[in-house]
Nanobody
């Protein structure tokens, strides 16, 4: 499975963006897809995840209430709807696949594709 994130861009504080993560290959109901973000010079940070079989999401505290993760099974695509964006949300956003189950550790994920840059600035 290969993943490709897209949809990033420049947005003003308080604005919204929707990122997509398209998967080539089969995603099974036991799999978990996650969103992570990284600022140059810092470690990759967990943003949220979705259990592919149930569609149940989990979020980092820093984005809870502002970000929403969803999926389109037939399209093999995961989405990250980001509302009320803040300058501290500026980062490269990546999606990853975890074949083992629920985890917030980036080391448990693979199939990282090229990330998409999100910049929140006035």
């Amino acid at each position: 499975v290969q993943l490709q994130a897209s949809g990033g861009g420049l947005v003003q504080p308080g604005g919204s963006l929707r990122l997509s993560c398209a998967a080539s290959g089969r995603i099974y109901s036991s799999h978990v897809l996650g969103w992570f973000r990284q600022v140059p010079g810092k470690v990759r940070e967990f943003v949220g995840l979705i259990r592919w079989g149930t569609g149940s999401p989990s979020y980092a505290n820093s984005v809870k209430g502002r970000f929403t993760i969803s999926k389109d099974g037939p399209k093999n695509t995961m989405y990250l709807q980001m509302n009320d964006l803040k300058p501290e949300d500026t980062a490269i956003y990546y999606c990853g696949l975890n074949r083992s189950g629920w985890s917030t550790r980036d080391s448990d994920y693979g199939s990282w594709g090229q990330g998409t840059q999100v910049t929140v600035s006035s």
